[in-house]
T-cell receptor, first 114, second 112 residues
Framework: KAGVTQTPRYLIKTRGQQVTLSCSPI?????VSWYQQTPGQGLQFLFE???????NKGNFPGRFSGRQFSNSRSEMNVSTLELGDSALYLC?????????????FGPGTRLTVL | DAKTTQPPSMDCAEGRAANLPCNHS???????VYWYRQIHSQGPQYIIH???NNETNEMASLIITEDRKSSTLILPHATLRDTAVYYC?????????????FGAGTQVVVTP
């Protein structure tokens, strides 16, 4: 079974631009979560989607948004990029998104904002 | 979710067992203990999780104390590929899995 895939793997943008990252969960998984990882803040939860609905949201500004499609694939968007948005963005999926399940992370998208 | 405390780093000799402690003294009866690890710049990898009983899988064993205030992840025969940051996380049973709260974790270095 294929794992979680994320595209693109690397991305370079300039301040003020916007970016869209894509995540394809493991087949059959309906829950997708997004995380941001930076050296200073570590791994931080962005949001979680389940069956096309946002179920949880972390403490990030409105510039960060996401959505999930009917096939469970998910995208996250960051508008008006800032230097501090440079990070590894990780996507994770789980079958039903219940606490008593294991989840699996993708390899991440490395975003660099210049 | 309960807060966890882990040592910032530990070394382990290749071939020996690695015992990674985690303190979660404020854990509630309905919170699971999860362990993930992250090899440099890769996505975190699920290792194991448990509620009350000890758990074992092909990767590791999870020992949870009777009062559930602490746990130990055991890698039975550490290899160089086990060098990673290990995260101990607690999650409420009824909450969704997706909102994990990662701490700083333990940097484990396995040496030849």
């Amino acid at each position: 079974k294929a794992g979680v895939t994320q595209t693109p793997r690397y991305l370079i943008k300039t301040r003020g631009q916007q970016v869209t990252l894509s995540c394809s969960p493991i087949s059959g998984h309906r829950s997708v979560s997004w995380y941001q990882q930076t050296p200073g803040q570590g791994l931080q939860f962005l949001f979680e989607y389940f069956s096309e609905t946002q179920r949880n949201k972390g403490n990030f500004p409105g510039r960060f948004s996401g959505r999930q499609f009917s096939n469970s694939r998910s995208e996250m968007n960051v508008s008006t990029l800032e230097l501090g948005d440079s990070a590894l963005y990780l996507c994770a999926s789980s079958p039903l998104g219940l606490a008593d399940t294991s989840g699996f992370f993708g390899p991440g998208t490395r975003l660099t904002v210049l | 979710d309960a807060k966890t405390t882990q040592p910032p780093s530990m070394d382990c000799a290749e071939g020996r067992a690695a015992n990674l402690p985690c303190n979660h003294s404020t854990i509630s009866g309905n919170e699971y203990v999860y362990w993930y690890r992250q090899i440099h710049s890769q996505g975190p990898q699920y290792i194991i999780h448990g509620l009350k009983n000890n758990e074992t899988n092909e990767m590791a064993s999870l020992i949870i104390t009777e009062d559930r205030k602490s746990s130990t992840l055991i890698l039975p025969h550490a290899t160089l590929r086990d060098t990673a940051v290990y995260y101990c996380i607690v999650r409420v049973v009824t909450d969704s899995w997706g909102k994990l709260q990662f701490g700083a974790g333990t940097q484990v270095v396995v040496t030849p």
